[in-house]
């Protein structure tokens, strides 16, 4: 079918088009006088390639949206209500999964729940509530006692099981300890998880999203998660183009899967793998992030080495071998360092498979300068400002918060960088993000004059991290990424122009039509309607 998107304000290389001609699935003229079976009306609207999140997690969203969500808690005692409420509203479930919470914005006190606290809610089904990063959680005294944590049960390589004074666990758990006690609950059923996964598509398709680079895919659920997509895409049902970041920890069991999967013929531009992905820290939040000195706030601790180095590197020529690069999530300044150290080691001159670095938040001059001359990809989060804006420097000092989340700097050395949300850590939402690129500001406006202003970056440079960027990092920008003749038809109309609205404003355009490739996944006025 061929649809013509008329009256409309279209960004494109060649400057502004107002009208965009489409057939199967791809564009194939602008401003062309040209007859169609499907018109849309744009309404003088702005027209702009469709946002790629370069990071995020999206059965994880779709999940987020079925269990209890605790981003509204602000103490410890609303934890507790909405648990309570919770069990009244599903009296049947015999066990409760909630994520959301996060201590720093607690009104009374930042300190973290405990197995006490959680016990308070129900003390005879097994309860684990996730911090809002996914690196810490808290379990009651019944799920620790299902996961046989004891005072003497030792910590799991790469996670804690924290102690109270006398050296029993006192259910705060981090990293892999984490991943210890929800191992007790049932595995997620291949239809739960295509049900979860058409949440999250229809959850960000309402944002704009038309592709997302995804960390779901793992060792135990690989098969699940293969089946349900590929299903969907069989059907026709895929409303973003869903790329996997996957997670392997045996070096046998990766080999095993790629050779099996990696160039199997039910991959396609819309479905498809595209990096091994493994975690050498925790997050800054839960004070797992891995530092080269003791935290500012906390100096007990360096935060946690998730994975050693030989592992990482042995995993990383797996992947190389069968011409997949790898990224690692590294947020400490340690673990960036270290991260950088793996990448020379096994990447090719220039790095041409484009392994990078997942969140690259504690970083000072030389990291930075490292990262750009050894070619990595920087995938970066934004809208974390939001929220590590008003930490940053209790965790890791002045001086090394300055030249963190180094946007313009990193961008301004050569380095490629992407932006993605990390959901449903932050919201998905690409508007949202773009405002923390461009201003440095939380989403209530503070600091009036930006957090570390030298580096804002301008819209231009944060929707093509947010576009072209994105399909760069996955070698795929001469079909993704840009409203071109030959590319990709995703594309999002927007209720405003994002370069000409004052910068504090971008946060509050609205989305109101996303393409992708070439078939309207949302439609919030009827622009495609007949």
């Known amino acids: 079918m061929k649809t013509i998107i008329k009256n409309a304000k279209i960004y494109t290389l060649q400057g502004i088009k107002h009208s965009i001609t489409i057939e199967d699935g791809k564009i194939i003229g602008f401003d062309e ?66 994520r959301g919470w996060n201590q720093d914005y607690f009104t009374d006190a930042p300190v973290m729940p405990t197995k006490d606290d959680l016990d308070k809610i ?29 005072k003497d049960t030792p910590n799991p390589n790469g996670g804690v099981f924290v102690r109270d004074a006398n050296g029993i666990p006192n259910g705060i758990l981090h990293e892999t300890a984490l991943g210890y006690v929800q191992s007790i609950f049932p595995e997620i059923s291949e239809a739960e998880i295509e049900e979860y996964f058409r949440k999250a598509m229809d959850y960000v398709s309402a944002l704009g999203i038309t592709a997302v680079q995804t960390n779901d895919l793992f060792e135990y659920n690989h098969d699940k998660v293969l089946g349900a997509l590929n299903r969907l895409e069989k059907n026709g049902e895929l409303k973003v183009r869903v790329f996997h970041q996957f997670t392997y920890e045996n070096e046998q069991a990766l080999d095993m899967f790629l050779e099996e999967w990696a160039s199997s013929e039910l991959f396609s531009d819309r479905h498809r793998l595209v990096a091994l992905k493994l975690f050498k820290d925790g997050s800054l939040g839960a004070r797992t992030a891995l530092t080269r000195k003791p935290y500012n706030d906390d100096p007990t601790t360096c935060g946690v080495d998730t994975l050693p180095d030989e592992k990482i590197k042995s995993l990383g020529l797996i992947a190389k071998k069968h011409n997949l690069p790898l990224i690692v999530h590294a947020i400490g300044d340690w673990a960036v360092a270290h991260t950088i150290d793996i990448m020379a080691a096994i990447n090719d001159a220039g790095n041409p498979l484009r392994s990078g670095i997942v969140h690259h938040q504690i970083t000072d001059l030389d990291l930075l300068k490292k990262t750009a001359e050894h070619n990595l990809h920087v995938f970066y989060q934004p809208i974390f400002l939001h929220y590590d804006l008003h930490i940053v420097a209790d965790r890791v000092g002045k001086e090394l918060a300055a030249t963190s989340y180094a946007f ?70 001469d079909r993704l990424g840009r409203l071109d003749i030959g590319h990709y038809a995703d594309l999002v109309i927007l209720s405003d122009d994002p370069y000409e609205v004052k910068p504090d404003d971008i946060k509050d355009i609205q989305v109101l039509m996303t ?11 009827g622009f495609a309607e007949p």
């Open 515 to 525: 393409m992708m490739n070439g078939e309207v996944t949302f439609d919030k006025l």
């Open 122 to 150: 129900c003390a005879d089904k097994p309860i684990v509530f996730t911090r809002v990063c996914g690196h810490i959680g808290v379990a009651n005294s019944k799920a620790l006692d299902v996961a046989g944590v004891t």
């Open 33 to 98: 006088a040209q007859r169609a079976e499907q018109q849309i009306d744009a309404q003088g609207k702005t027209v702009l390639a469709g946002f790629h999140d370069s990071h995020m997690h999206l059965l994880s969203i779709g999940r987020m949206l079925s269990i209890l969500r605790l981003q509204e808690a602000k103490s410890i005692d609303d934890i507790v209500r909405l648990g309570r409420q919770y069990i009244l509203d599903n009296p049947n479930k015999d066990h409760i999964i909630g």
């Open 408 to 477: 313009k700097t990193q961008m301004d050395l050569g380095a490629h960088t992407s932006y993605g949300t990390d959901a449903p850590i932050e919201d998905p939402n690409p508007l949202e993000c773009l405002y923390c690129a461009v201003t440095r500001k939380d989403l209530k406006g503070n600091p009036p004059e930006g957090f570390m202003p030298l580096e804002k970056v301008t819209v231009a440079e944060a929707l093509s991290n947010y576009s072209e960027e994105s399909a760069y990092a996955i070698r795929m920008e």
